[in-house]
């Protein structure tokens, strides 16, 4: 659980900050006075954004423990070089590659909606960016451990948001299942 390398570390004080940012949101809510970006939240301070803000923010955290359950025994807070581990691509793995990282942005999209503030925009660009980074340093590894099978689930997935046309699962010669495009 102890972030590996440098560039771990950076990414875990950029998800801390984000924690950090996502905590005190409600604090500060209804008190900023940004000017624009007040003007630019007042439309958002709405009962039917309220809704979809909640509504965002459960079906994120539901789909995230969807995909931790997905996962199983493969789950892993970080990289470990060496270990091998199963290449997923059942439930919400089938649509995407990464959907721990999209249904987080889900959350914080609705978190937005709920409490619209500098800070909650904020706090969405740092975590996209910290995101990005890491899904490219899995994306690396994966690659590495996987080769062919994890380039055939890249062509037929994308890597934060579904790709058309849409990949089914099928038995390779060894048993195992493999991904394969419409």
């Given at each position: 659980?102890?972030p590996?390398?440098?560039?771990?570390?950076?990414?875990?004080a950029?998800?801390?900050?984000?924690?950090?940012?996502?905590?005190?949101i409600?604090?500060?809510a209804?008190?900023?006075?940004?000017?624009?970006?007040?003007?630019?939240?007042?439309?958002?301070?709405?009962?039917?954004?309220?809704?979809?803000?909640?509504?965002?923010?459960v079906?994120?955290?539901a789909?995230?423990?969807w995909?931790?359950?997905a996962?199983?025994?493969n789950?892993?807070?970080?990289?470990?070089?060496?270990?091998?581990?199963?290449?997923?691509?059942?439930?919400?793995?089938?649509?995407v590659r990464h959907?721990?990282?999209?249904?987080?942005?889900?959350?914080?999209?609705g978190?937005?909606?709920?409490?619209?503030?500098l800070v909650?925009?904020?706090?969405?660009?740092?975590?996209?960016?910290?995101?990005?980074v890491?899904?490219a340093?899995e994306?690396s590894?994966?690659?590495?451990?996987?080769?062919a099978?994890?380039?055939?689930?890249?062509?037929?997935?994308?890597k934060l948001?579904?790709?058309?046309?849409?990949?089914?699962?099928e038995p390779?010669?060894?048993g195992?299942t493999r991904p394969?495009?419409d």
């Amino acid at each position: 659980m102890k972030p590996q390398g440098r560039m771990e570390k950076l990414l875990w004080a950029g998800w801390f900050v984000v924690v950090g940012l996502w905590l005190t949101i409600p604090f500060i809510a209804g008190k900023e006075a940004f000017g624009l970006w007040a003007a630019i939240c007042s439309p958002l301070i709405h009962p039917a954004a309220t809704a979809a803000g909640i509504a965002l923010m459960v079906a994120g955290y539901a789909a995230t423990l969807w995909s931790y359950s997905a996962m199983g025994r493969n789950w892993r807070m970080g990289i470990k070089q060496g270990e091998r581990t199963m290449l997923v691509t059942r439930g919400p793995f089938q649509f995407v590659r990464h959907p721990i990282y999209f249904f987080q942005i889900v959350m914080l999209v609705g978190l937005a909606l709920l409490l619209p503030t500098l800070v909650s925009l904020i706090a969405m660009v740092i975590h996209l960016f910290c995101v990005l980074v890491k899904t490219a340093g899995e994306e690396s590894f994966l690659l590495a451990v996987h080769g062919a099978d994890y380039q055939d689930y890249q062509s037929c997935t994308g890597k934060l948001l579904p790709k058309y046309p849409r990949r089914k699962s099928e038995p390779g010669k060894d048993g195992a299942t493999r991904p394969k495009c419409d």
